[in-house]
């Protein structure tokens, strides 16, 4: 039932491991990026990208975008040209994208994707990126024609590093041989790290359905550690890019979204004293904060850019000082008044679809019943994913004091509590966060 509820809400397939093999390691570079001491990046994560080639009008599509859990598949590309339009105007210095870049790891869409991203580039405007677990080896890529799916060419580990050549590698002082990660040395103060998480069969082996879950493979975990000792000698501190999560930012849905080593590797950023590290993966937006060892890692899992409200971190960093806020791609498309509601509805919609399902099976037939506790699911459910469930107590006894929640908990345990591990985040505010690094 659990694998059910993550396909239901996420649709995360996946990629995963095998070692891949891009060159030798390159020397180490003194050069910057930057030689100024303040930079603005920008962060997004999933954006699912499908070509607008790939799709048409038909049968086959229509079914695809009901199972797309909430993501807006028809009006991507006016999305990317209305945010790519705001980056050029405000001019941060980067943007990060934290991987599923595509739908289905689809060669055209990725192609696609980086003319439009050349845009920001061609401004002075530094972009990069990794893989998710939809990128790299695929064998879903489809194209959508009529009533049928058929197979289109999928992005081979070769692929990702020429179509994203200009988004990363050709700025990074190292790459790790064995995976798609890369080290950017930013500035005087701080040095980034890019990582491949994901599990995929090398270009030799028969594509086979992607892979959820993810790892940092030996190797690379080894390579990371070295970067980290690096930048300490230098005395430079280090953020981390990856694109699956490091803590669970939800009980129910951590298996397949946390790193499968975890646990290592959370102790290796501790023990070099990295402060951040920012994921996607879950399309929740969330920001979640451990101390370890007397040191706090915090990490921010950007949610979807496929999905309501399109959001995208923003973050001032200047030496000791590092500000994050969540901000979102609110944009009009000609032929949908509002376009921000439309896709907030959207969402609503396969939210509501889920407490209907849960409940039917459960042996609910009130139509009215079910009306008012489909609305609640898809309702609390937005809230969760936007990341605007840092609420009080008071105000959690008000949502379960509704009739929605009323009637799910005397129908469905499952749905019950999946609705408890959503209506309350404890930890901390997940739209912005401020913070002085000793």
């Known amino acids: 039932m659990k694998k059910r509820l993550a396909f239901i809400l996420l649709s995360v397939i996946a990629i995963t491991t095998a ?36 799709t048409d009008t038909g049968l086959a599509f229509k079914k695809i975008k009901q199972t797309a859990a ?59 990126v990794i893989p998710g677990n939809h990128d790299v080896n695929d064998g879903w890529a489809r194209r959508f024609v009529e009533e049928k799916q058929e197979k289109t060419e999928s992005i081979s580990i070769a ?20 995976s798609l990660s890369y080290s950017v040395a930013v500035n005087q103060t701080y040095n980034f790290l890019f ?42 501190k280090t953020l981390v890019f990856v694109h699956h999560n490091v803590f669970a930012h939800n009980k129910l849905l951590s298996s397949g979204f946390v790193l499968n080593n975890a646990k290592e590797f959370k102790q290796l950023l501790v023990d070099y004293q990295v402060p951040i590290v920012f994921s ?8 979640m904060s451990e101390t370890i060892d007397e040191h706090q890692l915090t990490e921010i899992a950007s949610s979807s850019f496929s999905i309501a409200p399109q959001g995208y971190g923003v973050v001032n960093l200047k030496n000791d000082s590092f500000e994050y806020q969540k901000l979102e791609n609110a944009h009009s498309v000609s032929e949908i008044k509002e ?35 489909a609305e609640f699911v898809g309702r609390v459910n937005y809230r969760f994913f936007s990341g605007n469930d840092f609420i009080t107590d008071k105000e959690v006894e008000k949502i379960k004091a509704e009739m929605g929640y009323q009637i799910i908990s005397k129908n469905s345990t499952f749905l019950k509590e999946y609705i408890d591990s959503i209506i309350q985040d404890t930890n901390q505010n997940d739209n912005r966060l401020k913070k002085n690094f000793d």
């Not at 509601?341 to 079910?370: C, M, N, P, T, V």
Request: no cysteine; proline share 3%.
């Open 195 to 236: 990582l491949d998480s994901n599990i995929y069969p090398d270009d030799k082996q028969p594509q086979t359905r992607p892979t959820t879950g993810g790892t940092i493979r030996g190797k690379t975990m080894k390579w990371v550690k070295k970067q980290l000792e690096i930048a300490k000698q230098e005395k430079k």
């Open 339 to 373: 376009y921000p509601q439309y896709i907030k509805e959207r969402f609503i919609k396969d939210g509501e679809h889920l407490g209907y399902s849960q409940l039917i099976d459960a042996g609910l037939s009130d139509s009215k019943d079910l009306d008012i506790a």
């Open 159 to 178: 692929d990702f590093k020429e179509i994203f050549a200009d988004f990363g590698y050709q700025n990074a002082m190292n790459y790790d041989k064995n």
């Open 70 to 128: 909430g993501k807006e598949l028809d009006h991507q590309k006016e999305s990317w040209q209305a945010f790519i339009g705001k980056a050029i105007e405000q001019k941060p210095d980067m943007l990060v994208i934290t991987g599923d870049l595509t739908l289905n790891g689809e060669k055209i869409s990725a192609e696609k994707l980086a003319e439009q991203l050349k845009q920001l580039t061609k401004e002075g405007i530094k972009v990069f």
């Open 19 to 54: 070692i891949v093999y891009f060159g030798k390691e390159t020397e180490q570079s003194e050069e910057r990026l930057f030689k100024k001491e303040a930079i603005e990046f920008w962060v997004v994560s999933d954006p699912h990208y499908i070509d607008k080639s790939l």
């Open 280 to 287: 996607g993966h879950i399309h929740a937006q969330d920001i």
